[in-house]
Nanobody, 120 residues
Framework: VQLQASGGGLVQAGGSLRLSCAAS????????MGWYRQAPGDQRELVAT???????FYADFVKDRFTISRDSAKNTVILQMNGLKPEDTAVYYC???????????????WGQGTQVTVSS
């Protein structure tokens, strides 16, 4: 399974960015999809996740600012980020939990990361 993320960049504080991540390859079904981030010197942390039935979870630091969604027909997960703050600066990674065939175990896959930089 390959994950291709896009949409990062440089934005001023208060601005918006939309991250997208498309999964391809040997996919029978996708369970959870999500976004994580890692700032320099910090551990990778969860930002938001969405389940196969569109249940969502957000880290407290992004609630009411970020929205996660998925297009199951396109195996794509999207993170709409509004009200960005300098402390949101990090490399953002998409994550997908999928299985290659019915009754096969599911595995977790990571995208290559996309840089988000928020200037003050």
């Amino acid at each position: 399974v390959q994950l291709q993320a896009s949409g990062g960049g440089l934005v001023q504080a208060g601005g918006s960015l939309r991250l997208s991540c498309a999964a391809s390859g040997s996919i029978f079904s996708i369970d959870d999809m999500g976004w994580y981030r890692q700032a320099p010197g910090d551990q990778r942390e969860l930002v938001a996740t969405i389940t196969s039935d569109d249940g969502t979870f957000y880290a407290d630091f992004v609630k009411d600012r970020f929205t996660i969604s998925r297009d199951s027909a396109k195996n794509t997960v999207i993170l709409q980020m509004n009200g960005l703050k300098p402390e949101d600066t990090a490399v953002y990674y998409c994550n997908v939990v999928s299985r290659r065939a019915q009754y096969y175990p599911s595995y977790s896959y990571w995208g290559q990361g996309t840089q988000v930089t928020v200037s003050s």
